[in-house]
């Protein structure tokens, strides 16, 4: 017993790395943020942070106030923006570093969840294997809903495992929690937990009254926004949407694993043989996640953003249910007939060494995989430094500037002055007469004038006399 707790530890301790580094790689071809959720998010923080309260002024426009009504991931700015105060470090080592630390709590909570019925670590490997991508984001960002994915599987081990009134006030609290960080992970977790509280509905109407309430008082008590949004939101789901074009359910799929995926189905079918409530719970909450995409993808019926996240929360489910299947793998005793055939060693570790082979196998596919994931930057060092500059050295009687409509979010992130416009998803009318402008040499004086706009960066030739380069690239309107 004790060699097997060993033996866990030690592959716990390797998948906690491996979780490490698979969170780390979008980072690691910059030291600046990468996915533009990134850039919006700390242009929010440092707009929080100035004006230490949860309303302040827009950060990119200068012209509107921003209140917790409006911004549903208030909790995740205060979170982080606490912390960078309190710790000192600097935004970008934390943008760097610390989606990578948040995804190993993140494993480390599956392993929990999953080491009381036999498959800790190997449920935690497949969890390390969560894909980061430019459309459905994922843990090497540090976005909302990395910092939310931990609390899926924690909230599942305290309502498997206890039945006390503290259980169901952590859950209440992890819901609260995810309701101003994250509002489309807490809808997840009802999803997933739907299925168990209807299964201890007559066995057991305590547990499931008790997590019933846990989940649902935060969405119609606690938070007014988010009460006022529920109906609006079930209309919603009565009207067909776009799928997005960027991603796709078969294609995050293949992209989790085929092997992985297939493990999954193994354990879905081991886990109903088994069965036990909490068994069922696994399986049906991932069947209830899998109805909801799929749903929105063959049929166009549901909400945008919980099919964007809800893959995560599918790869996150498959992922604990996947170890399941490579636990019975590990679990494999040869007949005795077969047995005496083969050398005794190999014999009596037959399972521990198909496990293994499983393991190196879908290592030696899925790490190249994360490792060739494209992903954008914003911005390079030039750019970077010359908005330091315009940080450092222009005051705020020049608060607003015109650039390139894509590198705008990071300028107003780094400068924390307003521009005319920025791209966030596709370009607008507004960001086509940005480049018009500059295209054409920046010669419109009247157009800066009539738009508030004081400053100009271009990496490109700017012929303007009413223009002043203060620096190279950077220009003031006289």
């Known amino acids: 017993m004790r060699r097997q707790t060993f033996f866990d530890h030690v592959m716990l301790i390797l998948v906690l790395a491996l979780a490490f580094y698979v969170a780390v790689i979008p980072h690691l071809s910059s030291p600046y ?50 912390f960078q105060s309190i710790s000192g470090l600097d935004w970008f080592t934390i943008i760097r570093w610390f989606p990578a630390i948040v995804f190993m709590i993140t494993v480390l909570c599956v392993y929990a969840l999953a080491r009381r019925e036999g498959y800790g670590w190997e449920a935690a490997f497949f969890a390390s294997l969560i894909p980061t991508t430019v459309g459905i ?42 309701l101003s960080v994250h509002a489309a992970t807490a809808v997840g977790l009802v ?53 997005p074009v960027y991603v ?15 493990l999954s189905l193994a354990g879905c079918f081991l ?25 929105f993808f063959s049929f166009q019926y549901g909400i945008e953003i919980m099919y964007e996240r809800g893959l995560l929360y599918l790869m996150l489910m498959l992922s604990i249910i996947a170890g399941s299947g490579l636990a019975a793998i590990r679990g494999i005793q040869l007949p005795a007939k077969l047995a005496g055939k083969i050398p005794p060693l190999l014999a009596r570790k037959i399972g521990i060494i198909l496990c293994l082979v499983l393991v190196g196998v879908t290592l030696a596919v899925t790490i190249p995989d994360r ?22 050295n222009i005051d705020n009687t020049y608060n607003r500037a015109l650039l390139d409509p894509w590198k705008a979010t990071a300028f107003v992130a780094i ?7 920025r791209i966030h998803v596709s370009p607008l009318p507004r960001d086509l007469e940005a480049y018009q402008f500059l295209d054409n040499g920046c010669r419109d004086t009247a157009f800066l004038r009539d738009n508030g706009v004081s400053i100009v960066y271009t990496r490109d030739a700017c012929d303007n006399p009413d223009l002043v380069e203060v620096r190279e690239n950077v220009y003031l309107l006289r």
């Open 33 to 82: 943020p990468v996915h533009i959720d990134e850039w919006l998010h700390l242009a929010n923080a440092k707009a929080v942070q100035a004006a230490d309260s949860t309303t302040y002024l827009d950060p990119f426009s200068g012209s509107w106030i921003v209140s917790p009504g409006s911004n549903l991931e208030i909790g995740f700015l205060l979170f982080w923006g606490a």
């Open 137 to 178: 984001l994922g843990p090497g960002f540090l976005v909302p809903v990395a910092l939310a994915l931990p609390f899926i599987p924690l909230s599942l081990f305290l309502a498997f495992n206890y039945r006390t009134w503290w259980s169901y006030l952590l859950i209440f609290i992890f819901t609260c929690f995810l």
């Open 191 to 243: 999803i997933i937990f739907v299925p168990y509280i209807l299964l201890n509905f007559r066995g057991d109407f305590k547990r499931s009254l008790g997590i019933a309430l846990a989940l649902a008082v935060p969405f119609l008590a606690l938070f007014p926004w988010i009460f006022r949004m529920l109906l609006p939101t079930a209309k919603e789901l009565l009207t067909p949407q776009p799928v």
């Open 248 to 262: 796709d359910l078969p294609t995050i799929l293949s992209h989790y694993g085929y092997l992985p995926t297939a």
């Open 271 to 295: 886990l109903a043989m088994r069965g036990g409530k909490r068994d069922y719970g696994l399986v049906l909450g991932l069947l209830a996640l899998l109805a909801m995409l799929v749903a």
């Open 371 to 392: 490792e060739d994931t494209p992903y954008y930057h914003m911005i390079d060092e030039e750019d970077y430094q010359a908005f330091a500059w315009v940080r450092d």
């Open 415 to 421: 400068t924390q002055k307003s521009v005319y416009t």
